[in-house]
């Protein structure tokens, strides 16, 4: 069995790199065939996983935007003889419509749409078209001269990464991560539900949010009381119930338990979360403080600004940097997401 994913384009590297890792904690085991930017299949999934890693997956991932079963890889002279020789009384509920989707194809996206529905109705009984809420969905997706016939089984809420935006909170504040971004930090740290993440810097609780959305424990700080109490509101409004948030200096912290990861966007220029520390010096002794609150198999996702060398901080504490992405910000700006983990002795 196969699982095709439709991923986001905003960045050449992140929405592989965050399915990569969700698979890694989630034992998911299947082979990646990356056909192209934004075009991903899942190969060699066994039919007794199909359903539970279409579950996590559809919930999880941030920079995915579908997730579908495929029914045939077909092409152009074979279309309709594949399309025709599916059983689809087993994939439509009642109602269905078929969208094209193309990569680096020429074909003609209504025609085969209007094509493949027809196809469709003429092998499968008491079903109908509609156009604007279908119960199912057909997805059909050209590469070249491949086309790949898939059926969406559980639909993705990309409408959240939408409601969820920072100024669209309860409680706002200026330079918020947008919540794509969080979610892919919190997968990227290979945190799986019902663990505990951290994040030492919470501001308004953006990370936090993702992490309580996929059903992680989660505790945020602050050395403002604002930002401390703004994000217990914002958790709240979310339904996210399992959370503590405290006010206190990062160089203070000394957490009830062990974490099983840790994601932040720690604060750096003129005023910082420390109150009286700015330049690299934040991040030197953020890493000094967190260290000893990180269980031994704990991730560190965190974003940095690109003129930073976090290297000899990290391998100075004990800890080995495993991936690292850039993300343009502006002309004189890069964002730096590194993935960091203890050293495994």
Same mark, same amino acid.
């Given at each position: 069995?196969?699982? /095709?994913?439709?991923?986001?384009?905003?960045?050449?590297?992140?929405?592989?790199?965050? +399915?990569? =890792?969700?698979?890694? $904690?989630?034992?998911?085991?299947?082979?990646?065939?990356?056909?192209?930017?934004?075009?991903?299949?899942?190969?060699?999934?066994?039919?007794?996983?199909?359903?539970?890693?279409?579950?996590? !997956?559809?919930?999880?991932?941030?920079?995915?935007?579908?997730?579908?079963?495929?029914? =045939?890889?077909?092409?152009? *002279?074979?279309?309709?003889?594949?399309?025709?020789?599916?059983?689809?009384?087993?994939?439509?509920?009642?109602?269905?419509?078929?969208?094209?989707?193309?990569?680096?194809?020429?074909?003609?996206?209504?025609?085969?749409?209007?094509?493949?529905?027809?196809?469709?109705? *003429?092998?499968?009984?008491?079903?109908?078209?509609? %156009?604007?809420?279908?119960?199912?969905?057909?997805?059909?997706?050209?590469?070249?001269?491949?086309?790949?016939?898939?059926?969406?089984?559980?639909?993705? *809420?990309?409408?959240? #990464?939408?409601?969820?935006?920072?100024?669209?909170?309860?409680?706002?504040?200026?330079?918020?991560?947008?919540?794509? !971004? =969080?979610?892919?930090?919190?997968?990227?740290? @290979?945190?799986?539900?019902?663990?505990? !993440? +951290?994040?030492?810097?919470?501001?308004?609780?953006?990370?936090?949010?993702?992490?309580? %959305?996929?059903? $992680?424990?989660?505790?945020?700080?602050?050395?403002?009381?604002?930002?401390?109490?703004?994000? =217990?509101?914002? /958790?709240?409004?979310?339904?996210?119930? *399992?959370? @503590?948030? #405290?006010?206190?200096?990062? @160089?203070? +912290?000394?957490?009830?338990?062990?974490?099983?990861?840790?994601?932040?966007?720690?604060?750096?220029?003129?005023?910082?979360?420390?109150?009286?520390?700015?330049?690299?010096?934040?991040?030197?002794?953020?890493?000094?403080?967190?260290?000893?609150?990180?269980?031994?198999?704990?991730? /560190?996702?965190?974003?940095?600004?690109?003129?930073?060398?976090?290297?000899?901080?990290?391998?100075?504490?004990?800890?080995?940097?495993?991936?690292?992405?850039?993300?343009?910000?502006?002309?004189? /700006?890069? @964002?730096?997401?590194?993935?960091?983990?203890?050293?495994?002795?």
């Amino acid at each position: 069995m196969e699982l /095709l994913c439709i991923q986001s384009q905003e960045h050449p590297e992140l929405p592989l790199a965050e +399915l990569k =890792a969700v698979m890694e $904690c989630e034992n998911i085991e299947a082979e990646i065939e990356r056909v192209t930017e934004g075009l991903v299949i899942l190969k060699d999934i066994s039919d007794e996983n199909l359903d539970e890693y279409y579950g996590i !997956l559809v919930k999880r991932l941030g920079y995915t935007h579908e997730v579908h079963q495929i029914l =045939a890889r077909s092409d152009i *002279d074979n279309l309709d003889e594949d399309v025709s020789s599916i059983n689809w009384d087993e994939y439509i509920d009642e109602t269905f419509a078929v969208r094209v989707k193309r990569f680096h194809s020429q074909i003609d996206t209504v025609g085969t749409e209007r094509h493949v529905g027809t196809l469709i109705l *003429d092998n499968c009984g008491n079903i109908k078209v509609n %156009l604007s809420k279908p119960k199912s969905l057909v997805r059909v997706v050209a590469y070249g001269n491949i086309i790949y016939v898939a059926i969406e089984k559980i639909k993705l *809420d990309k409408k959240h #990464f939408e409601d969820s935006k920072p100024h669209k909170r309860p409680f706002f504040y200026p330079g918020s991560m947008n919540p794509k !971004l =969080a979610r892919c930090m919190v997968n990227l740290s @290979r945190v799986k539900a019902g663990q505990l !993440l +951290l994040d030492p810097f919470c501001g308004t609780g953006g990370i936090l949010i993702e992490a309580g %959305l996929i059903g $992680c424990k989660v505790a945020g700080s602050d050395i403002y009381w604002k930002m401390k109490n703004g994000t =217990a509101i914002n /958790l709240e409004h979310y339904g996210i119930t *399992d959370y @503590r948030t #405290f006010n206190v200096d990062v @160089r203070e +912290l000394k957490m009830y338990e062990k974490v099983a990861s840790v994601v932040t966007d720690p604060p750096y220029g003129i005023s910082t979360s420390t109150g009286d520390v700015d330049g690299e010096e934040i991040f030197n002794e953020f890493f000094h403080s967190i260290y000893d609150n990180m269980k031994d198999d704990a991730y /560190l996702c965190m974003a940095s600004p690109h003129y930073v060398d976090l290297k000899p901080m990290v391998d100075e504490v004990g800890f080995e940097i495993v991936e690292q992405y850039a993300i343009k910000m502006h002309k004189s /700006l890069t @964002r730096i997401i590194s993935v960091i983990r203890k050293k495994l002795n």
